[in-house]
């Protein structure tokens, strides 16, 4: 099980990926979700408040309250190809490691999530989902 983190992003496409993520959730993929909400929006307390959802002031103190040694750091513009729920599943059953999750747009565009360990998180100054991916390296495993 790891945790999902919703950095802050285009914020009317936050349904979007809360939908996308609902299957995850259901098959027990998913512990929680953690929504970024930096400047405070009335739609993601909204969403928050529907979808059983926490909200954070930033990226730090969401790793923080996070109830899962995994985090899958997302923003809302990330829609991904069909499998991608298996994929990560089969990652994370197989012993997997940090990586990129890769969108649509492919592996060199944006935009993306990454899939890290809570202490990567924590061990960054100003933790971002840039940082987080310069983190990872050039040699990163990318799902998608």
Do not use: N
């Amino acid at each position: 099980m790891l945790s999902v983190i919703v950095v802050p992003g285009d914020s009317a496409r936050l349904p979007g990926l809360l939908a996308a993520l609902t299957p995850g959730a259901i098959d027990g993929l998913f512990r929680e979700v953690l929504i970024v909400d930096d400047p405070p929006s009335s739609l993601a307390a909204a969403l928050c408040e529907d979808m059983g959802a926490t909200a954070a002031a930033d990226l730090s103190q969401a790793a923080a309250r996070a109830r899962s040694d995994w985090l899958l750091v997302v923003p809302p513009e990330l829609r991904m190809k069909d499998g991608w729920l298996e994929r990560l599943g089969d990652h994370l059953r197989a012993g997997g490691r940090a990586a990129l999750l890769v969108g649509e747009g492919g592996p060199f565009r944006r935009p993306y999530g990454v899939l890290v360990g809570r202490a990567a998180a924590a061990g960054l100054l100003h933790p971002d989902l840039k940082g987080l991916r310069g983190k990872l390296g050039s040699g990163a495993r990318r799902l998608g």
